[in-house]
């Protein structure tokens, strides 16, 4: 994509072909219309533009900002916004979210990105598909509504990896697989969630806000993207929530099995506590031991050893320490 590009839009949506983009006062606008120029800050082109477009202070740290949280903020007729989408990118990590930073009036728009967001391409491709929004308003939430389209398979691809371990076979994943990929999940949700709880309010403060350029089709809209937005912030909670009670299962079932090793580990000293008291009694080294003469005396006190581990595992099975007894 070229690092600036401009859209004129007419009041009845006709219009979306790019036209040159020099400067924001440049802009070819319809009566009644408005332009749209999006910048692709990454490289210098961009950045010039945004440099000499004639923006205030303000306005310029803005757009220009590295580090952005989902907002919106009024000045007058005048709107700032910031907003974040998933990144798609090669190699990306999705919750890595891309910010948009927009300036928004009655005749002007500009979105300024540094990295591709694909949300921004979509809505540029649908002017092919049928017309041009009628608004500025309007361009916002179809941008708001395509980042949520794009948003949406991410957090479906989360849930179907929360379905999973929840459904998963005993013996099937190592804890430690199951560990990893819980913990995976858990960081997107959380990083995802940080940035769509904001977005909600960004976009619902722009449909409340006393605007001239805010018609009723745009507020409409609006709406539309701030609940599709906040199904998918709740999604995302649902999802940590869920991954908080698989966690909670792994941690019970290693518990579990700890708890089981250590009753096996108490059983067999406890069996061989007696044994070991006897045999270190028949060993000292003094006169007067029983059968000390005799050939069957070892014969005879290995068998008694046995004979009493046997009624020692007996007692233990009886009482419960080696598995279930038996109903009567």
């Known amino acids: 994509m070229n690092d600036v590009l401009a859209f004129a839009f007419a009041p009845d949506g006709s219009g979306g072909a790019v036209a040159p983009a020099p400067r924001a006062a440049d802009q070819p606008v319809p009566e009644g219309g408005f332009a749209w120029v999006h910048v692709n800050a990454s490289g210098p082109v961009g950045q010039g533009w945004v440099a000499g477009a004639g923006f205030d202070a303000i306005t310029h740290a803005a757009l220009t900002a590295t580090e952005t949280r989902p907002r919106a903020t009024v000045h007058g007729q005048t709107v700032l916004m910031s907003l974040r989408g998933v990144n798609l990118n090669p190699g990306a990590e999705p919750e890595d979210m ?3 930073r927009i300036y928004v009036s009655a005749r002007l728009v500009v979105t300024v990105e540094r990295r591709e967001l694909n949300a921004v391409d979509d809505v540029i491709a649908g002017f092919e598909r049928g017309p041009g929004p009628t608004s500025p308003g309007e361009l916002i939430a179809r941008i708001a509504l395509r980042s949520a389209d794009r948003t949406e398979p991410v957090v479906a691809a989360l849930n179907e990896r929360i379905d999973d371990l929840e459904a998963g076979e005993p013996g099937t994943r190592t804890r430690a697989d199951q560990r990893g990929e819980l913990a995976d999940i858990r960081r997107m949700a959380i990083l995802m969630r940080r940035y769509l709880f904001p977005q909600r309010d960004a976009l619902s403060s722009l449909e409340i806000e006393d605007l001239a350029w805010l018609d009723r089709h745009a507020r409409s809209r609006l709406r539309e993207a701030t609940e599709r937005v906040t199904r ?24 579990e099995a700890m708890n089981r090793q250590m009753l096996l580990l108490s059983v067999v000293s406890a069996v061989f506590l007696p044994l070991t008291f006897l045999t270190g009694l028949l060993g000292i080294n003094v006169a007067g031991i029983p059968g000390a003469a005799s050939p069957l005396a070892f014969w005879s006190v290995a068998g008694l050893l046995l004979a009493l581990a046997g009624g020692l595992v007996w007692l233990f099975r009886r009482l419960g320490f080696l598995g279930e007894r038996r109903a009567k």
């Not at 998918?232 to 518990?255: K, T, Y």
């Open 232 to 255: 998918l912030a709740e999604e995302l909670d649902a999802i940590r929530d869920r991954a908080q009670v698989v966690h909670d299962m792994i941690i019970d079932a290693r518990s």
């Open 98 to 100: 891309v910010s948009l």
